[in-house]
């Protein structure tokens, strides 16, 4: 048999080879649907013959994509155009880099990230006399977004009209606009609206584009948002081979716009379709299986699926109790250094998985003090650390000479022209249309403009401009940094990290450049605005990774920490805040994600103390008490003397017997599901049955709870 449909079972073959027409893959976490995506691909390269370039594979994030592109490459090897297989956002920028001249941009365009984007809020804040006090950059950022959501703002954008601004946020939403216009400068929205703006108005490109994709596959479908489903269901209707995967239990980006429905409703949308379902899981341990479903299952708005493995029973879940977090993280470190020193294992094995990334300090402190090697990804993008910004504003500059990057750097470091100077250039532009670096340029000799360290600068960016066509990009960027005083100044701030990162920067450059000898700038530049850290960090070394649950989404590690597993942190304090049950279940998903990661062990752990985004005492996530008693290893003790926390924990757990004591009718109080009425008593069991009007669910609860408050009897 074909190397790529080897191993495969029943079901992933079908999808492999149902290559026509609308086919939907719906299926738990583990069960093989990335694999039958990268096999189809392969299918449909190796066996139907088809060139890569004609098949659009789309994921989520970059990491996943870059995942799937190393999957197909085991498959069919390197000889293939791979391009294809990408991110949303990235397939927006090839059809924009090809097209985006149709609406009168550059195909040059420059794509900006939330810093560039703050860059110009400073400018227009500047101009208006605003303050980020009165207005956050934050709030703007979101009301951009917002306002961005319809197509409207794009006739603007193309046909520049005069508008009345409504109120303060508008009239900066209408300047950042113009900037961004003039500057032929596109931020992420942009990037499927311009898309999707040209094909509604372009046939003959739309056409080209329809054409070219015979195969359409998408994984983790469930996150995928209206507009990103709206891009791949046009591309379809020409070839009307559209094949979808994902798991609506996996859904994690509903606060980001993802719109499940589109794969639940897959069959009614296109009634030809077919439907694939896979029931068997690969990934996990029986054990770990269980504890998924138990937890899964508490969420109303879900299919349940019958998911099974024949994978050994392996050990069982732990959960660890902690007095405090530097016990939690120490406990976590004793363990890996455990199974690593027994030699069962790597450190490259473990993942220490989190909510929210202020977790992984303590974790971080562990690690370090027990000299365990650790990378973390995602935290702040190395591409947006300051350093980094600052030396690639550089480079921009010396390619594209565009406002943003000017205004980064034309006083970094300190070349003594402040804000009064900058403003006198931005007026010399606004009057004369024309970008801030020409108007440097062109009026340096008058005397308003005539400062030392005005004519250094442009000295400086043409010197470099000179050495660009003669010097590859790693040495461009030394002389850069030596030149332009960044390597004195970050010297002097004393920061060493700051170097290091500078130096990091190098050398993905150089594996950059022994990858592509030819690069230009130009497509350097490109290339890393889509980048996270990930891609930078992702070394092959030994050593733990620790990531948000939101980036292991679509991957799988043989250990797995789970940490910080506390309300309030997960579920967050917001989703607690909101009491919207929709909320809760997005979190229970991201524990079910979170639990689906592991093969082969997984830990839950969490600790006491004082949490400060709810300002009250840690308590353990309401999740781990959905979990059957006789799927967990307890371990660490909850103390009678630390606070009132352990006297909120079952008896099992404390060590303190209780009897019944409250009767069917009464109203009491539950710190986390708040208000609830006992339905039932049952004797035999020792529990109770309460109905919960938050979460509308009736849950059975122990006699022995000690975190029930009688209201009224
Ligand atoms: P998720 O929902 O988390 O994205 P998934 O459904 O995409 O999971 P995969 O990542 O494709 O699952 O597969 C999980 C693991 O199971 C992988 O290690 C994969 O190689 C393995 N696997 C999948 N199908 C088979 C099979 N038929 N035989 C053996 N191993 C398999
Ligand atoms: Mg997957």
């Given at each position: 048999?074909?190397?790529?449909?080897?191993?495969?079972n029943?079901q992933?073959?079908e999808?492999?080879?149902?290559t026509?027409?609308?086919?939907?893959v719906?299926?738990?976490?583990g069960?093989?649907k990335?694999?039958?995506?990268?096999?189809?691909?392969?299918y449909i390269?190796?066996?139907l013959?088809?060139?890569a370039?004609?098949?659009?594979c789309v994921?989520?994030?970059?990491?996943a994509?870059r995942?799937?592109?190393?999957?197909?490459?085991?498959l069919?090897?390197?000889q293939h155009?791979?391009?294809?297989?990408?991110t949303?956002?990235?397939?927006?920028?090839?059809v924009?880099?090809?097209?985006?001249n149709?609406?009168?941009?550059?195909?040059?365009?420059?794509?900006?990230d939330?810093?560039?984007?703050?860059?110009?809020?400073r400018?227009i804040?500047?101009?208006?006399?605003?303050?980020?006090?009165l207005?956050?950059?934050k709030?703007?950022l979101r009301?951009i977004?917002?306002r961005k959501?319809s197509?409207?703002?794009?006739?603007?954008?193309?046909?520049p009209?005069?508008?009345?601004?409504?109120n303060?946020?508008?009239?900066i939403f209408?300047?950042?606009?113009?900037?961004?216009?003039?500057?032929?400068?596109?931020d992420?929205?942009?990037?499927i609206n311009f898309?999707l703006?040209i094909f509604?108005?372009?046939k003959v490109?739309?056409e080209?584009?329809?054409?070219r994709l015979?195969?359409?596959?998408?994984?983790?479908?469930?996150?995928?948002?209206?507009?990103?489903?709206?891009?791949?269901?046009m591309?379809?209707?020409?070839?009307k081979n559209l094949?979808?995967?994902?798991d609506?239990d996996?859904?994690?980006?509903?606060w980001?716009g993802?719109?499940?429905?589109?794969?639940?409703d897959?069959?009614?949308q296109?009634p030809?379709?077919?439907?694939?379902l896979?029931?068997?899981n690969y990934?996990?341990?029986?054990?770990?299986?269980?504890?998924?479903?138990?937890?899964i299952?508490?969420?109303?708005?879900r299919?349940?699926?019958?998911m099974?493995?024949?994978?050994?029973?392996?050990?069982e879940?732990?959960?660890?109790?902690a007095?405090n977090?530097?016990?939690?993280?120490?406990?976590i470190?004793?363990?890996?250094?455990?199974?690593?020193?027994?030699?069962?294992?790597?450190?490259?094995?473990?993942?220490i998985?989190?909510?929210a990334n202020?977790?992984?300090r303590?974790?971080e402190?562990?690690?370090?003090?027990k000299?365990?090697p650790?990378?973390?990804?995602g935290?702040?993008?190395?591409?947006?650390?300051?350093?980094i910004?600052d030396i690639?504003?550089?480079?921009?500059?010396?390619?594209?000479?565009?406002?943003?990057s000017?205004l980064?750097?034309?006083n970094?470091?300190?070349?003594?022209?402040?804000k009064?100077?900058i403003?006198?250039?931005?007026?010399?532009?606004?009057?004369d249309n024309?970008?801030?670096?020409?108007?440097?340029?062109?009026?340096?000799?008058?005397?308003?403009?005539?400062?030392?360290?005005?004519?250094?600068?442009?000295?400086?960016?043409?010197?470099?401009?000179?050495?660009?066509?003669?010097?590859?990009?790693s040495?461009?960027i030394?002389i850069?940094l030596?030149?332009s005083?960044?390597?004195e100044?970050?010297?002097?701030d004393?920061?060493?990290d700051?170097?290091?990162?500078?130096i990091?920067?190098?050398n993905?450059?150089?594996a950059?450049e022994s990858?592509?000898?030819?690069?230009s700038?130009d497509e350097?530049?490109?290339?890393?605005?889509?980048?996270s850290d990930?891609?930078?960090e992702?070394?092959?070394?030994?050593?733990?990774?620790?990531?948000?649950?939101?980036?292991?989404?679509?991957?799988?590690?043989?250990?797995?920490?789970l940490?910080?597993?506390?309300?309030g942190i997960l579920?967050s304090?917001?989703s607690?805040?909101?009491?919207?049950?929709k909320?809760?279940?997005?979190?229970?998903r991201?524990?079910y994600?979170?639990?689906?990661?592991?093969?082969?062990?997984l830990?839950?752990?969490?600790?006491?103390g004082?949490?400060f985004s709810?300002?009250?005492?840690?308590?353990?996530?309401?999740f781990?008490?959905?979990?059957?008693?006789n799927?967990?290893?307890?371990?660490?003790?909850?103390?009678k003397?630390?606070?009132?926390?352990?006297?909120?924990?079952?008896?099992?757990?404390t060590?303190?017997?209780?009897?019944?004591?409250?009767?069917?009718?009464?109203?009491i109080?539950?710190k986390?599901?708040?208000?609830?009425?006992?339905i039932e008593v049952?004797r035999e069991?020792?529990e109770?049955l309460?109905y919960?009007?938050l979460?509308?669910?009736?849950?059975p609860?122990?006699?022995?709870?000690?975190?029930?408050?009688?209201?009224?009897?």
């Open positions: 048999m074909e190397k790529h449909i080897k191993n495969l029943e992933q073959l999808a492999v080879t149902s026509e027409g609308y086919v939907r719906i299926a738990g976490a069960s093989g990335t694999k039958a995506l990268t096999s189809r691909y392969a390269v190796e066996t013959g088809i060139s370039s004609n098949i659009l994921t989520f994030t970059n990491k994509s995942e799937m592109r190393l999957r197909v490459k085991k069919i090897g390197d155009d791979l391009s294809y297989i990408t949303y956002h990235g397939f927006c920028v090839r924009l880099r090809e097209d985006i149709k609406i009168g941009y550059p195909k040059n365009f420059v794509i900006m939330v810093e560039d984007q703050k860059t110009i809020l400018d804040y500047n101009e208006f006399g605003i303050t980020s006090k207005i956050t950059f709030q703007v009301h977004s917002r959501s197509q409207e703002y794009l006739d603007y954008i193309i046909n009209t005069k508008k009345e601004p409504k303060d946020l508008d009239k209408y300047r950042y606009l113009q900037k961004q216009q003039r500057n032929f400068a596109l992420f929205d942009d990037l898309t703006y509604l108005t372009d490109v739309f080209k584009w329809k054409q015979h195969y359409i596959q998408v994984d983790e479908m469930q996150d995928s948002s209206e507009k990103q489903f709206r891009l791949v269901s591309l379809s209707e020409t070839h094949f979808v995967v994902g609506p996996q859904t994690i980006y509903e980001r993802a719109r499940p429905e589109f794969l639940v897959f069959n009614q296109f030809s379709s077919k439907t694939i896979m029931n068997q990934r996990s341990t029986p054990n770990i299986l269980t504890l998924g479903n138990h937890i299952k508490n969420n109303k708005v299919v349940d699926k019958d099974f493995t024949q994978n050994p029973q392996g050990v879940v732990v959960h660890f109790h007095k977090e530097s016990e939690e993280g120490n406990w470190a004793e363990e890996i250094s455990r199974l690593v020193s027994k030699e069962v294992c790597n450190f490259s094995d473990f993942a998985l989190y909510r202020h977790i992984s303590s974790i402190q562990a690690l370090v003090k000299n365990i650790y990378t973390i990804f935290g702040i993008r190395f591409f947006e650390r300051k350093e910004k690639l504003s550089y480079l921009r500059m010396v390619e594209f000479e565009d406002d943003i000017f980064r750097i034309i970094t470091p300190s070349r003594g022209l402040g009064k100077f403003e006198e250039v931005s007026m010399i532009a606004e009057n024309i970008s801030l670096y020409s108007a440097l340029q062109k009026n340096i000799a008058s005397d308003g403009l005539n400062r030392k360290g005005a004519k250094d600068f442009i000295d400086l960016i043409e010197e470099f401009q000179k050495l660009r066509s003669k010097k590859k990009i040495d461009l030394k850069i030596d030149q005083g960044l390597t100044l970050f010297r002097t004393g920061d060493t700051r170097l290091d990162n500078l990091e920067l190098q993905s450059i150089i950059f990858e592509d000898e030819d690069i700038l350097f530049l490109q290339e890393i605005t889509l980048y990930v891609d930078l992702e070394d092959q070394g030994d050593k733990v990774k620790l990531m948000t649950i939101h980036t292991s989404k679509g991957l799988e590690f043989p250990f797995v920490f940490c910080g597993f506390n309300e579920p304090a917001m607690i805040k909101e009491r919207r049950a909320a809760i279940e997005e979190e229970r991201l524990t994600v979170a639990i689906t990661r592991a093969e082969k062990a830990y839950l752990t969490e600790s006491e004082y949490n709810t300002g009250q005492n840690k308590q353990p996530s309401r781990l008490f959905e979990i059957n008693e799927f967990l290893v307890r371990k660490g003790e909850f103390r003397d630390v606070d009132d926390s352990h006297l909120r924990m079952p008896s099992r757990l060590g303190i017997p209780i009897d019944q004591e409250f009767k069917v009718g009464d109203i109080e539950h986390v599901w708040d208000e609830g009425e006992v049952n069991k020792g109770y309460i919960f009007s979460i509308d669910s009736k849950k609860i122990n006699f022995e709870f000690k975190g029930l408050t009688l209201i009224e009897s």
